[in-house]
C-alpha cells in the first residue's frame, strides 16, 4: 500500500479511547472533556479495522489512547489483533502512561505484544505529579517491573520541556542503562489548546544532543523502531537514545504511518486535516479495505508544525484524540 508520494504504508497508530486517567499539560487542558460513549468505535468494530488494514499490507499495529488500558474489556481487542502476528501483522505494541500496567502486564505478553512504551517525563515523584496533574509515579515504576518481569521490551519515552524536566535527562537516560530500556526524547508538538503557551517550555532536540555529547558518548546507529525516532547508541550503557524531531527536523519524508481515532477517523498526517471516515463505510457495510486504500492518494507530503508566541495550534485536536 503506497501514498501519492510513493511512501509505503505500513504502520498503523490506533487510538482505543481518547480518555485518560492523567492530564498532561502539554496534551490536554485540565477540564478535558471527552468524547460521548456512542462516537467511540466498538471493540469488535476496531478489531475489524484492525484486520482491514493488515489485508492491506500494514505490517505493525500499536494501540494508543488518550491511555488504552482504560478502556473497559480492552484486553479482547488486544487478543483478537494478536492472533493477527504471524497472519500478515509483524508486530503489536502499545503505548501507555504506565498507571495500569501492572495489572495488565502478563496479560499483554500472553496475547503477543513484546514491547511497551511508557510515557514518563520526570523521575521526581513531585515533578512527575505536576506535570501529569494527577500521575503518581511509584504506581507507574510498578508498572514498569511489571512489565519487564512479564518478558516486555520497554521504552521510556519523555517529552523535553525546556524550565520543567530538562535537567533530568542524564538521570533518565542512566536510570534506562542500569535497567536496559531505552530511551526516547520527543519535541513538544503544536496539538490543541492547552491550559499554557508551548513557546515557555519549547526545547529543540538539537540543544539536548548537543549537551548530552559533552558527557555520554553517542554513536550512530541505523537501528530504527518503525517509527519517526532516530537513534544513537550510548556506549556507557549498551542502550539506544532515540530523537523524535517534528519541529526542527521532520521526519515526513520517510513516513510509513497512519493514525486511527477512537470514532473511526483515518487521519493521513498527525499535523494536518486530511482523513476518511472508516467508521461511516464500517456500519454500512462497505468495503473498509478498499476505503483504507482509496484514502492513500490523499496523504499530504508533510506537517507544518509551528511554535511561537500567540500562534495557535497547527491543528485543533488533541494527541490524546488522534492517538499517541
Given amino acids: 500500500m503506497q501514498d501519492g508520494f510513493g511512501r509505503r504504508i505500513t504502520y498503523v497508530r490506533m487510538s ?3 480518555r485518560c486517567d492523567f492530564r498532561c499539560v502539554y496534551c490536554m487542558p485540565e477540564r478535558m472533556r471527552f468524547l460521548p460513549r456512542a462516537e467511540v468505535l466498538s471493540l469488535e468494530e476496531m478489531a475489524t479495522l484492525g484486520r482491514a488494514f493488515v489485508a ?3 505490517r505493525k499495529l500499536r494501540l494508543t489512547g488518550g491511555e488504552p488500558l482504560v478502556r473497559r474489556d480492552v484486553m479482547g481487542l488486544v487478543r ?3 492472533g493477527l502476528i504471524g497472519q500478515g501483522l509483524d508486530e503489536l505494541t ?3 502512561n504506565g498507571s495500569q500496567l501492572a495489572r495488565y502486564a502478563a496479560d499483554l505478553y500472553a496475547a503477543g505484544v513484546r514491547r511497551v512504551n511508557v510515557s514518563v517525563d520526570s523521575l521526581r515523584p513531585e515533578r512527575f505529579a505536576a506535570i501529569t496533574r ?5 504506581g507507574v515504576l510498578e508498572g514498569i517491573e511489571a512489565a519487564a518481569a512479564a518478558g516486555l521490551r520497554v521504552k521510556l519515552n519523555t517529552v523535553a520541556l525546556r524550565g520543567v524536566n530538562d535537567d533530568e535527562f542524564d538521570d533518565l537516560l542512566a536510570w534506562c542503562g542500569v ?5 526516547c526524547l520527543i519535541e513538544t508538538m503544536p496539538m490543541g489548546e492547552v491550559d499554557e503557551d508551548r513557546t515557555d517550555h519549547y526545547l ?3 540543544e539536548v544532543r548537543a549537551d548530552l555529547r559533552r558527557r555520554w558518548t553517542l554513536e550512530p546507529s541505523d537501528w530504527r523502531s518503525g517509527g519517526p525516532a532516530r537513534y544513537e547508541m550510548v556506549r556507557e550503557t549498551g542502550t539506544r537514545i532515540g530523537f523524535i524531531t517534528p519541529m526542527t527536523h521532520n521526519f515526513c519524508e520517510s513516513c510509513n504511518r497512519v493514525r486511527v481515532t477512537c470514532t473511526g477517523e483515518l487521519y493521513l498526517c498527525l499535523g494536518q486535516e486530511d482523513r476518511a471516515d472508516l467508521r461511516g ?5 462497505g468495503d473498509v479495505a478498499a476505503a483504507i486504500r482509496a484514502a492513500m492518494a490523499f496523504k499530504p507530503r508533510g506537517h507544518d508544525f509551528v511554535i511561537g508566541r500567540d500562534q495557535r495550534p497547527a491543528v485543533a485536536r488533541t494527541m490524546s484524540l488522534t492517538g499517541g
Fill in 16 to 18: 482505543v479511547t481518547d
Fill in 56 to 58: 492491506c499490507g500494514v
Fill in 80 to 82: 483478537a489483533l494478536g
Fill in 94 to 96: 502499545l503505548t501507555t
Fill in 134 to 138: 494527577r500521575g503518581k509515579l511509584a
Fill in 179 to 183: 535497567r536496559g530500556f531505552d530511551l
Fill in 204 to 206: 529543540p532536540l538539537t
Fill in 281 to 285: 463505510v464500517l456500519r454500512a457495510g
